[in-house]
């Protein structure tokens, strides 16, 4: 069993540039292709970021794949995501996830087996 623990979140301004970042215990890190996941006040959850299911390539939502790099450091079992220019609509709260490599797609939500508890994301105008 993966136990996944988001951190990195905050209030930030209209943009300013943040890094999330999500420890990953209890399994072996390099088994699995991450993702990120957020959702709105008053959304559903949405893809965001991921590796392929051979975790060597990185796909992004089309509304952030311009800001957004998704990133992982197997030797800390941490994945990241760099956000850039962040913009009000980026508020939300932020999840990782974590699905077992060979698991093709990553864009929903199904296709992962573990999910951290999210950090929040606040961005004023």
């Known amino acids: 069993q993966v136990q996944l623990e988001e951190s990195g979140g905050g209030m930030v301004q209209a943009g300013d540039s943040l890094r999330l970042s999500c420890a990953a215990s209890g399994g072996t890190f390099s088994m699995y292709a991450m993702g990120w996941f957020r959702q709105a006040p008053g959304k559903e959850r949405e893809f965001v970021a991921a590796?392929?299911?051979?975790?060597?390539?990185?796909f992004y939502a089309d509304s952030v794949k311009d800001r957004f790099t998704i990133s992982r450091d197997n030797a800390k079992n941490t994945v990241y995501l760099q956000i850039s220019s962040l913009k009000p609509e980026d508020t939300a709260v932020y999840f990782c996830a974590a699905r077992i490599i060979g698991v093709r797609g990553g864009r929903r939500e199904s296709e992962y087996a573990y999910w951290g508890q999210g950090t929040h994301v606040t961005v004023s105008s």
């Open positions: 590796f392929t299911w051979s975790g060597g390539s990185t």
